[in-house]
T-cell receptor, first 116, second 110 residues
Framework: KAGVTQTPRYLIKTRGQQVTLSCSPISGHRSVSWYQQTPGQGLQFLFEYFSETQRNKGNFPGRFSGRQFSNSRSEMNVSTLELGDSALYLC???????????????FGPGTRLTVL | QKEVEQNSGPLSVPEGAIASLNCTYSDRGSQSFFWYRQYSGKSPELIMF????GDKEDGRFTAQLNKASQYVSLLIRDSQPSDSATYLCAANQAGTALIFGKGTTLSVSS
């Protein structure tokens, strides 16, 4: 079974631009979560989608948004990029939202975003 | 604020030794606990999860959970240089997002 895929793997943008990242979950997984990872802050939760609805949201500004499609694929968008948005953006999928029961979460390879 | 705390390390152990990684969490409602391994430049890889108090063994790895002390640990027996990585502890309450610690860097010397 194929794992979580993310595209693109690397991105270089300049301040003020916007960016869209894509994530395809493991087949059969309907929940997709997004995280930002930086050396200083570690892994920080952005948001989680299930059945095209945002179920949980982290403490990030409104410049960070996402959506999920009917096939469970998800996109996240960052508008008006700032230097501090440079990070590894990770997508993770699970069967159900919030890992209810004995569910587990699997990560994709990530998208490395550099903002100049 | 819900937090997961880990000693950043580095934790250095010789090849063949037991590596002990520790984690504490602040939310008493946390029900599920996960250990991920992350090699430099790679994404986190799930090692194991634990839900019940006590020990859970999987090959060279043993996870230990003590909910009364709000403490989770990961033991790696017969440590190998290939185990050198950052180990992330995470906790969640069903229906909520995973909260990750900042990770402990493990270095296994040959």
């Amino acid at each position: 079974k194929a794992g979580v895929t993310q595209t693109p793997r690397y991105l270089i943008k300049t301040r003020g631009q916007q960016v869209t990242l894509s994530c395809s979950p493991i087949s059969g997984h309907r929940s997709v979560s997004w995280y930002q990872q930086t050396p200083g802050q570690g892994l920080q939760f952005l948001f989680e989608y299930f059945s095209e609805t945002q179920r949980n949201k982290g403490n990030f500004p409104g410049r960070f948004s996402g959506r999920q499609f009917s096939n469970s694929r998800s996109e996240m968008n960052v508008s008006t990029l700032e230097l501090g948005d440079s990070a590894l953006y990770l997508c993770a999928s699970s069967l159900v939202p919030g890992l209810a029961g004995t569910d587990t979460q699997y990560f994709g390879p990530g998208t490395r975003l550099t903002v100049l | 604020q819900k937090e997961v705390e880990q000693n950043s390390g580095p934790l250095s152990v010789p090849e063949g030794a037991i590596a002990s990684l520790n984690c504490t969490y602040s939310d008493r409602g946390s029900q599920s606990f996960f250990w991920y391994r992350q090699y430099s430049g790679k994404s986190p890889e799930l090692i194991m999860f634990i839900y019940s108090n006590g020990d859970k063994e999987d090959g060279r790895f043993t996870a230990q959970l003590n909910k009364a002390s709000q403490y989770v640990s990961l033991l790696i027996r017969d440590s190998q240089p290939s185990d050198s990585a950052t180990y992330l502890c995470a906790a969640n309450q069903a229906g909520t997002a995973l909260i990750f610690g900042k990770g402990t860097t493990l270095s296994v010397s040959s």
